[in-house]
């Protein structure tokens, strides 16, 4: 028993909702309940986490004996395609079924999982893993070095691959081979310092080579791993269901037990309305929601134990589109850092709850991230007058936006709605468009369908100005992935800015390479000033999510990666 | 008077009986102090024009006026038993049990949707009379004692799959079930052929033989002349005037009765006026001799139809042959009768006179040249020269339009030049029709029915034609006002020399109008003669059950006292 | 019904099928966009404008590389023989997916239709005719429930009955007290239609004669309701529970969404945004079949109802 | 004597259902019928000349004065971004209008097509056209504007066209309807025996009376032609923020219903009373225009 918080009891305003609602016309007491939920609740725990780590209100770990049984209903809130790809969305589920190779610690420490121990040979080209004994995947295949070695070549096969892998490593990996049932060797072509980190993250989730022979159909809907749950069922549109993984025995060297979980299983529920999703925790449908709203934030720090995690990599930043105008002039896009309060705008839009991320490059929670940069471009609408009056763009039109040549200063903002924007995202969008609109700026908020989104009808130069996206990495290699030249014979896709600057890339290449950490946080540094610099993006948030946990069930953990709920270790407190 | 019977004989006894309707302060008297006794085994008849009140007086007899009626009466006793201040549940158990209730047209008046054995059991379910079994076997006893040919099966099939006359007779087993000793019956025969309301007459004959007073609520004075020991005529919510059917049906006291005596067009009312009314002012000088096409140099008939055939496929694929070898003549300035009952193909021969439906077989010659035969291109031209007077005025205007542009729209294209020159006509033809300059700008909606058939005669005149053909034209009609129309239609015909295919299922209507006449059965041709022929020489058997049928005043009043 | 008849129904039913899929199929096969990189950019999580090699595969497997109409009749041809392919974001085939999810859908809208009838049939004969007072109350419902929008109805539904008063589940249960809130915020707005034509039909019927002879035999005022009325009066509603139907499977997309229950609504919005065109077909399809048998089963209901039409 | 002439017809299956209506209720919502007008007067001035109701500017943002609930400052509140709910909500009614008229507009366009080409051509011509009402009839109304949304993307016009065309077949069948009863009718009939032609009686009686009725559809239509828009908008697939509308302020204010009611609550009200004011005036017409003037 927690002796930081009381006995589950039933929350206390349930009774009060029901008083003041009997009698009353429909509309007119949810008016009145609503409002007087909506006052801040009582603060318990911290207002904001600390940079790269989950946090929580004071999580209870370990204060009581762990007990098996139960089942976690937890409520997520979307759902994938498939079960497995290089979507963070597919990341979540992967971590349950599916174990690593290594493990990713608070600060980036990197501790063993699948992989006992690794070394990795002078001219950092040769990487030889030592696999744990006797570990098989749940249809019975052993997982030795051979099944990871195929794991590996069928990510990088063109064929089947998995391109978020092959983002990461396509551009070092040379090839991969089992020196005998434990050990693996893996060729790189250049060195790569992030590569543990990397590997780390879920995409690298090793699949039963039975499950790879099976085709893409297979690794799509019933990927099979070795991990602490195995896949039941996928009800389409509704859950998945896992049961417990009774011969567990891989869990990563920062888990808080080894063996098998203590549950019985999951019911995984899609539950994409936040009211929804939050509504089912406070009527105890689920023991444990993803991504608490924020509005709702206050209320259940004080009802439930909250973590929160804000993700490595990239913050959600825009994209400006240098390669034309008029953001190819880098003091228009410097103006326009300055003539938006987007501290301000994503305090009001996240309630408060989510961090500003001013530094466009790196989320403030990556290892080697530059705090020097968390306030560049703070608010200075009397600066952007002055940088557009010097490009050139002085003249105003009749709506009150600037003109250059007859050319109005219009920004075409496309942004994927209903997947990575949420409404909270919008509506700083929409902040931010007004703010813009005070120094001159005409913002086009396009919103795109997923349709469009995924089919790449906003990817190309000619298409947008501004776009808002994120990429989560547990490492400042994500800069590589995202700031590597655009060119014809190797395009970069991810370069959402268009931006080619041989420096950028080779500083970035150089960091990704070098395996002294203080000289390759200079380098990163070097990387994250350059492209602050040039504003080639402007930051706005950090991709954070966060959990909410019903207070029997104890020990869910987000693990450090990418952030997903573990619940291997989760037992249901009596 | 006789009438007085003793008090306590009286089955019903009704004193300055007033019925009221709407909110209090719009309060519309509708019976104003309606009187009347009934003794057992009594027939009364309550005769009058559509709002005359006599539905609304039986109704309260019963208490269904209706919700926001209001009810008064100084006495209002049944069986001894005074009915005023009767809830809701003391109504229920008079109903059925001891008045019988007969309404007009029982396809509407029977539940289409259910079987017609469970429409009559149910008076006797709702009085929990006998089990199911016993009432089933008494709906079948019921309808074989009304005349119901295969009782178990019509009382298994639906009131649509049933004749009217079959469907009359179920309603009426209904009302007699619980064997009720008085029966208000409303209007029972107005929808139907002649030939099946005397049946039925006589089955309500049957009714009141075996000792059951009757009250009988009719328009037509005919049809209570046959049946009625005692007439009262209702006017506006009052009666006029009450007595014994012989006297007041052979002596009318009161100027109304009189007039609407008068009115109904009959054998003996040939060639007399039935309105009261004055001919038609602009109806001056009688029309110049009718100038009767001319073919080869001999007078041809303006209308020459031959051998007409018409077949319609049916929803079940089977082909009736609804006009059978159809010929007539129609010489200028005559009128040609077409009688017949429904389903004789009366109204598809006009159809096909006036070249809106195409004969399958056979031809119309109009004034002498192809009429039915040529494309419509051809006819176009030609059709101001034959009009047309539905029964039903009020579809066959354009409701958007005031009597103004219906009329406009019926004047000869090029005709008149001038826009004063053609509202100059219209007036001109309003008054020919009896109607005032003030309902030219009415809608047809604001007409009465009177009037509308004015307008709709002042229409087909507007083409100045010189056939009219007049299909049912007063068959919706009151009396009096029928009365009216048909006198305008004579006043016209002498006027302007027209010619009029006249159709009705009326056998007084036809007689009093015609010339000539044709009767039809089954889309062939019964007889044709002149009306006198036909009407006092019936050659054809079909013809003479026809006018046997026919419920008439015609029988000297000394005759009836007989009966009575 | 004759041979001939259920022969041109038929033909019809098939007629409109073809040209369900036909439309859909076109529709999405000729929309801007790139479909292999649709399927590529979704499964990894990107956006990216993708290489000629990468999606080279992609097309080989789907057979994008044919020409549409050579697609368009691989795609017939797989229908003529029952296949309604496989999606291409799903990884399985689309009458599997579309079997599994259509219960719940089949069980909300049914269940809809049900609440709205006894709601409408229960407020007609309290209040039809019933004086100014009853029947301004019962017709007013009806105009305010006709125009409530299901997804506000729903939020609302959900918010008092479900997250405050705690009577009803919040989310996704196909438990019986799961499905009162989404039935009734289905069934709601359509009481409000069926009602009004109820109601009109219910009036006119008490005015006529036949009504005035059943009470004339004895009959009180709920027996000439309930024996006689509501069967005329109901021949109405049930043509428009022809229609009604669709606008169900319409609400149920947004029903599905708002109170997170499984069903083809959720499934079609998905893949309609990711652009899985056999499974939007396969949708489509379903849903002009569910028309062509509502229509059929109107045509049953008004048989049993109104016996006339066995014998006409 | 009454004509009542029994009915086993059966009744036109439309879009707008409503489209029945007794005098009782009519006369007893007299008062409610001038309601009605003034709401639907007040929203139709809000789209010609919202400044006049609301003089604040419905975009500008207030960030320090975000989610306050309704007072004298902000009747109807503010929503996330300080911005006044009252004013938006005026300034919502010109796209929601916009959307709710044009979508009855262009369903009425296409239905009096295909309903006069039904109503007044051949058998053939019929069949043709009523086969393909059938299968437009087969897409549901958000199914159908889905597909269209997917395929044009989200805006205004994607909105009227989508709800535009899949109530047209509704219309489309009533209009045939009305086509062939006026065609069928007496006074029809009558012109055609004084001799007239054919498109002399089809311009004169058959287009005016069968289009009679529509009056009252069009104003049944356009309200639910907004609800519909809103469903749209409330899945995401409505015009872009930040433009006022209301399906997108529903849409919006879904995510703060537990703690913001009146981001929900009003928006959804505004709908509901301007469907319901429509309604109630559709209603009041279609006694006026089916009873006749009153004597």
């Known amino acids: ?574 | 008077m006789s009438i007085q019977l003793d008090q306590s004989r009286d089955l019903l006894r009704v004193e300055n009986l007033r019925v009221a309707f709407g909110p209090p302060k719009q309060r519309r008297e509708v019976v104003e102090g309606v009187s009347f006794t009934l003794a057992a085994g009594r027939c009364l008849a309550i005769v009058g024009e559509s709002g005359s009140g006599k539905s609304v007086t039986a109704r309260s007899l019963v208490g269904l006026t209706g919700g926001d009626a209001h009810v008064s009466a100084d006495a209002l006793a049944f069986e001894g038993r005074s009915l005023l201040g009767l809830r809701d549940r003391g109504w229920r158990a008079l109903r059925g049990k001891g008045v019988g209730f007969v309404l007009q047209d029982a396809l509407v008046s029977l539940d289409q949707l259910r079987p017609v054995g469970k429409e009559i059991a149910e008076g006797l379910r709702l009085h929990r009379w006998g089990t199911r079994e016993t009432r089933r076997a008494r709906v079948v006893e019921l309808l074989t004692q009304v005349g119901v040919p295969e009782p178990e099966l019509r009382a298994r099939q639906l009131p649509h799959e049933l004749s009217g006359g079959l469907r009359q007779r179920a309603l009426i087993a209904a009302a007699i079930a619980l064997d009720p000793p008085l029966i208000i019956a409303d209007e029972p025969t107005t929808a139907l052929d002649v030939t099946v309301q005397a049946q039925v007459l006589d089955l309500l004959a049957q009714t009141k033989e075996r000792g059951t007073a009757l009250i009988l609520i009719s328009h037509d004075l005919a049809v209570v002349a046959r049946m009625a020991d005692e007439v009262a005529v209702m006017r506006a919510g009052e009666i006029v005037e009450r007595g014994p059917a012989s006297e007041v049906l052979a002596r009318p006291r009161h100027a109304y009765t009189r007039a609407l005596l008068d009115a109904v067009p009959s054998t003996h009312s040939k060639g007399t006026r039935l309105s009261p009314a004055p001919p038609s002012p602009l109806i001056r000088e009688p029309a110049p001799a009718a100038a009767a096409p001319v073919r080869d140099g001999a007078r041809v008939p303006v209308l020459e139809a031959t051998g007409l055939v018409k077949r319609y496929r049916g929803p079940d694929g089977i082909t009736r042959t609804v006009v059978d070898d159809v010929s007539f003549e129609l010489a200028a300035g005559e009128t040609l009768g077409v009688v017949g009952e429904s389903g004789s193909g009366k109204t598809t021969t006009a159809r096909i006179a006036l070249a809106l439906t195409e004969p399958d077989g056979g031809q119309v010659l109009l004034n002498g040249g192809p009429w039915t035969a040529v494309p419509e291109r051809r006819r176009r031209a030609r059709r101001r020269q034959i009009g047309v007077v539905y029964q039903d005025p009020l579809s066959s205007f354009d409701p958007r339009w005031s009597v103004e542009r219906i009329l406009l729209d019926a004047l000869p294209e090029g005709g008149y030049p001038g826009a004063a020159q053609r509202r100059a006509r219209i007036g001109e033809l309003l008054e020919q029709v009896g109607l005032e300059h003030e309902h030219r700008d009415r809608r047809p909606l604001q007409l009465s029915g009177g009037q509308r058939q004015r307008v709709a005669i002042a229409r087909a005149l507007a083409p100045e034609p010189s056939v009219i053909v007049c299909d049912e034209p007063v068959s919706a009609l009151d009396v009096s006002i029928q009365a009216q129309v048909l006198d305008l239609l004579t006043d016209l015909q002498a006027a302007l020399g027209l010619s009029y295919l006249f159709i009705s299922h009326d056998l007084g209507v036809i007689h009093h109008m015609s010339d000539r006449v044709l009767v039809l059965n089954d889309g062939k041709v019964v007889e044709q003669g002149t009306a006198d022929e036909i009407f006092f020489s019936p050659r054809q058997p079909y013809t003479q059950q026809l006018l046997a049928a026919l419920p008439t005043l015609a029988r000297e009043p000394r005759d009836l006292a007989e009966v009575g | 019904m004759s041979a001939r008849g259920v022969a041109v129904r038929l033909l019809g039913a098939i007629g409109v099928l073809w040209a369900a899929a036909t439309f859909t199929f076109f529709v999405q096969t000729l929309l801007p966009g790139d479909r292999a990189t649709l399927i590529l950019n979704q499964e990894s999580g990107q956006t990216i404008k993708r290489t000629a090699s990468e999606l080279a595969p992609i097309n080989a497997k789907y057979g994008f590389d044919d020409s549409i109409v050579g697609q368009y009749l691989h795609y017939l041809g797989g229908l003529a023989r029952g296949d309604l392919g496989s999606s291409y974001q799903l990884h399985e085939p689309v009458a599997r997916i579309i079997g599994d999810q259509i219960g719940p859908t089949i069980v909300l809208t049914v269940t809809a239709l049900l609440f709205a009838w006894a709601i409408s049939l229960v407020l007609t004969i309290a209040t039809a005719k019933r004086g100014r007072v009853r029947s301004t109350l019962g017709s007013g419902f009806e105009t305010i429930a006709a125009g409530l929008p299901h997804y506000w109805l729903g939020v609302v539904l959900l918010v008092v009955f479900a997250i405050d008063l705690k009577w009803f589940p919040v989310e996704g249960e196909t438990s019986l007290s799961g499905l009162v809130l989404p039935a009734l915020t289905l069934g709601i707005p359509l009481a409000g239609f069926i009602g009004q034509v109820t109601r009109d039909e219910f009036e006119k019927v008490l005015d006529q004669p036949f009504v005035t002879s059943a009470r004339a035999r004895g009959m009180g005022d709920l027996g000439v309701r309930t024996r006689h009325a509501l069967r005329h009066a109901v021949l109405p509603g049930i043509t428009l529970s022809g229609w009604a139907l669709g606008a169900l499977f319409s609400g149920a997309v947004i029903v599905e969404s708002v109170f997170a229950r499984p069903g083809i609504g959720q499934v079609l919005v998905s893949a309609a945004n990711a652009r899985d065109i056999p499974l939007v077909s396969g949708v489509v399809m379903l849903l002009a079949f569910v028309y062509v048998v509502a229509n059929l089963l109107v045509d049953l209901a008004y048989t049993v109802v109104d016996p006339r039409m066995r014998t006409a | 004597m009454s004509a009542i002439q029994p009915s086993p017809a059966l009744p036109v299956g439309g879009p707008a259902p409503s489209a029945a209506v007794t005098a009782a209720w009519v006369r007893s919502l007299r008062p409610g019928v001038i309601l009605a007008s003034l709401v639907v007067l007040f929203f139709v001035l809000a789209a010609i000349a919202p400044a006049l109701l609301a003089p604040r500017d419905p975009l500008a943002i207030d960030l320090a004065a975000s989610l306050r609930a309704p007072s004298a400052g902000h009747v109807l509140g503010t929503d996330q971004s300080g911005r006044d709910v009252y004013t938006r909500i005026v300034h919502g009614a010109r796209q929601s209008l916009l959307i709710g008229v044009g979508a009855t507009a262009l369903a009425m366009a296409v239905a009096i097509a295909l309903g006069f080409l039904s109503g007044l051509g051949g058998r053939l011509v019929d069949g043709l056209v009523s086969r393909f009402v059938e299968v437009l009839f087969s897409f549901p109304v958000l199914m159908l504007s889905l597909l269209f949304v997917t395929v044009f993307g989200p805006s205004a016009t994607t909105e009227i066209v989508a709800v535009g065309i899949s109530s047209a077949p509704g219309y489309a069948r009533m209009i045939r309807g009305q086509v062939l009863s006026v065609r069928g009718s007496g006074y029809v009939e009558a012109a055609r025996a004084l001799g007239h032609s054919y498109p002399r009686v089809i311009r004169r009686h058959v287009f005016p009376n069968a289009m009679r009725p529509l009056v009252v559809v069009v104003t049944l239509g356009v309200g639910q032609s907004i609800v519909w828009a809103a469903g749209l908008a409330f899945l995401g697939l409505g015009v872009a923020p930040p433009a006022p509308e209301w399906g997108a302020m529903l849409d919006a204010g879904r995510n703060y219903v537990t703690h913001a009611w009146w981001l929900e609550i009003f928006p959804g009200l505004a709908i509901v009373l301007f469907a319901l004011s429509v309604t109630t005036i559709g209603r009041y017409l279609q006694q006026r225009l089916e009873g006749g003037p009153a004597r």
């Open chain 1, 1 to 574: 028993m927690s002796l930081e918080h009381p006995a589950p009891s039933p929350p206390a305003d349930t009774t009060r909702g029901r008083a003041r609602l009997v009698g009353l016309a429909a509309a007119l007491a949810i008016a009145s309940t609503l409002s007087a939920c909506g006052g801040g609740g009582a603060s318990g725990g911290s207002d904001s986490a600390s940079a790269g780590t989950a946090a929580g209100s004071g999580a209870a770990s370990g204060s009581a004996t762990p007990v098996r049984g139960g089942t976690i209903r937890y409520g997520h809130e979307q759902e994938p395609p498939c079960l497995t790809g290089g979507w963070v969305q597919e990341a979540y589920i992967d971590r349950q079924l599916l174990d690593s190779l290594v493990a990713q610690e608070k600060g980036g420490k990197i501790v063993p999982w699948l992989a006992t121990s690794w070394k990795v040979s002078k001219d950092q080209r040769t990487w030889t893993f030592t696999l744990k004994p006797g570990i098989r995947f749940t249809d019975g295949t052993p997982l030795d070095a051979a099944a990871v070695a195929k794991n590996f070549s069928y990510w990088l096969d063109p064929r089947t691959g998995n391109s978020t892998v092959q983002s990461y490593i396509g551009g070092y990996y040379a090839s991969s081979r089992a020196l005998d049932a434990t050990t693996l060797q893996l060729d790189l072509k250049k060195p790569y310092s992030p590569l543990l980190s990397s590997l780390s993250q879920a995409y690298f989730g090793i699949v039963s080579p039975q499950t790879l022979a099976s085709g893409a159909d297979a690794v799509c809907t019933a990927p099979v791993g070795s991990g602490p749950f195995i896949l039941q069922k996928w009800n389409r549109g509704q859950n998945l269901t896992f049961v417990r993984n009774p011969s567990y025995d891989s869990a990563p060297a920062n888990a808080k037990h080894q063996g098998p979980a203590y549950v019985d299983g999951i019911v995984w529920k899609f539950l994409g309305d936040q009211t929804v999703r939050y509504g089912s925790l406070t009527n105890h449908q689920s023991d444990v929601i993803y991504d608490v709203p924020t509005v709702d934030w206050q209320e259940a720090k004080a009802r439930f134990e909250v973590q929160q995690y804000i993700t490595p990599g990239t913050p959600v930043r825009l994209s400006l589109n240098t390669s034309r105008a008029p953001f190819d002039d880098v003091a228009v896009r410097r103006a326009f850092a300055y003539a938006t309060d987007r501290a301000n705008g994503v305090k009001s839009a996240f309630n408060g709850v989510i961090p500003y991320n001013g530094n466009g490059a790196l989320s403030q929670s990556t290892p080697d991230y530059d705090a020097s940069l968390a306030n560049a471009y703070a608010y200075d609408p009397g600066r952007a007058n002055s940088l557009l009056d010097a490009a050139g763009w002085s003249a105003k039109d009749g709506a009150g936006y600037r003109t250059k040549n007859g050319r109005e200063l219009t920004v075409k903002l496309v942004y994927p709605a209903g997947s990575v924007i949420t409404s909270e995202g919008v509506t700083l969008l929409q902040n931010i468009q007004q703010q813009a609109k005070q120094v001159g700026f005409h913002v086009d908020l396009v919103p795109a369908t997923p349709s469009e989104t995924f089919s790449g009808r906003y990817s190309t130069p000619d298409s947008y100005d501004a776009q808002p996206w994120y990429w989560t990495s547990p490492n400042a290699g994500v800069l590589y992935i995202v700031w590597r030249q655009n060119l014809k014979d190797s395009p970069n896709g991810n370069n959402e800015s268009f931006y080619n600057n041989p420096e950028l890339d080779r500083t970035i290449a150089a960091a990704n390479s070098t395996l002294d950490p203080a000289k390759q946080k200079q380098l990163y540094a070097r990387a994250q000033q350059i492209i602050v610099a040039e504003a080639a993006v402007v930051g706005l948030y950090t991709q954070t999510t966060s959990l909410a946990i019903d207070r029997r069930l104890r020990d869910v953990w987000l693990e450090d990666s990418q952030g997903e709920p573990v619940f291997s270790d989760a037992y249901f407190a009596r």
